[in-house]
């Protein structure tokens, strides 16, 4: 069984992880945000009827990383509150 010291170095292990993956996180918003834009530009002017639909779901998908960036900061928070009652 890990002593105290093991697990809040797992733990820390564990938020490093984490942190690494909110700049992952940042990119890929970066990413399709740069797309949505780009779909934007070349699409003005056409009378394509989904286009809207189109825009709105680049959208979309940023606002779920938006979603998962702070579900994971929450969890890093909890993570850290677990190591500090230890």
Known sequence: MANIDEIRAGI???NQQA???LGALRHA???IQEAGAAFAQNIYGTAQ???DDARARFAAA???IDEVEQALQIAMQSADDVAGRL
């Open 49 to 51: 009827n989904d286009a």
């Open 19 to 21: 942190t690494e993956s």
């Open 29 to 31: 918003r970066q990413a």
């Open 12 to 14: 820390g292990r564990a």
């Open 62 to 64: 940023s606002e779920k």
